[in-house]
Nanobody, 116 residues
Framework: QVQLVESGGGLVQPGESLRLSCATS????????LAWYRQAPGKQRELVAT???????NYADSVKGRFTISRDNAKNTVYLQMNSLKPEDTAVYYC??????????WGQGTQVSVAS
């Protein structure tokens, strides 16, 4: 059963923007900390940004000032707005939902490629 559904990836040029979306159920949206991770070829999966159900957000240093994570309560959707994209942002981006005492949940991933 797919509980996190990502969309919005694609191929862009350096300096351009993309917005990723992750739709989920109301229960997960209300109770879990939502996050975006990414995994580049040959590298470990890394945390990009997190947001709590109180809209408290945190970011990896590599994306601070360029990426924004947000929630739409009416749509049970979390977004990752990515501006000023760089080639090193190229990766598969995964939506994650985590809650103490429960197994972490993952989306299927969406490819983001930044190239001239």
């Amino acid at each position: 059963q797919v509980q996190l559904v990502e969309s919005g990836g694609g191929l862009v040029q350096p300096g351009e923007s993309l917005r990723l979306s992750c739709a989920t159920s109301g229960t997960i949206f209300r109770l879990y900390v939502l996050a975006w991770y990414r995994q580049a070829p040959g590298k470990q999966r890394e945390l990009v940004a997190t947001i709590t159900n109180r809209d408290s957000a945190n970011y990896a240093d590599s994306v601070k000032g360029r990426f924004t994570i947000s929630r739409d309560n009416a749509k049970n959707t979390v977004y990752l707005q990515m501006n000023s994209l760089k080639p090193e942002d190229t990766a598969v981006y995964y939506c994650n939902a985590a809650r103490l005492g429960s197994p972490s949940k993952w989306g299927q991933g969406t490819q983001v490629s930044v190239a001239s």
